[in-house]
């Protein structure tokens, strides 16, 4: 953060150039490859898609969770509005 606001006003003071020279274009995008790609090689596949298949699998389960309180409460609505006046 400090980079980009350090950046925002040595341009806006006219000490930086507003566009980027082609060293600096290279570089900054040589930089993003390379985190990107030790990054990458931090995580095994494997522990990638057991965590995309557990969050899948805990997203359906509060989908599901929340169907069966939607239902439970569809039936006590219509137990309270139809059933007790009729057997009353």
């Known amino acids: 953060m400090l980079h980009l606001l350090l950046g925002c006003l040595l341009v806006n003071l006219g ?15 040589l930089a ?4 990107m790609f030790s ?3 931090e995580e095994d596949v494997r522990n990638f898609i057991a965590g995309i298949k557990q969050g899948d699998s805990e997203r359906r389960e509060r989908a599901l ?15 309270t509005k139809w059933l007790h006046p009729l057997l009353n």
């Open 32 to 35: 993003i490859t390379i985190v």
């Open 65 to 79: 969770w929340k169907t069966r309180i939607l239902a439970m409460k569809c039936v006590k609505r219509l137990q």
């Open 15 to 29: 000490l930086l150039p507003e566009t980027p020279s082609q060293f600096i274009n290279t570089l900054s995008e």
């Open 39 to 41: 990054l990458g090689l």
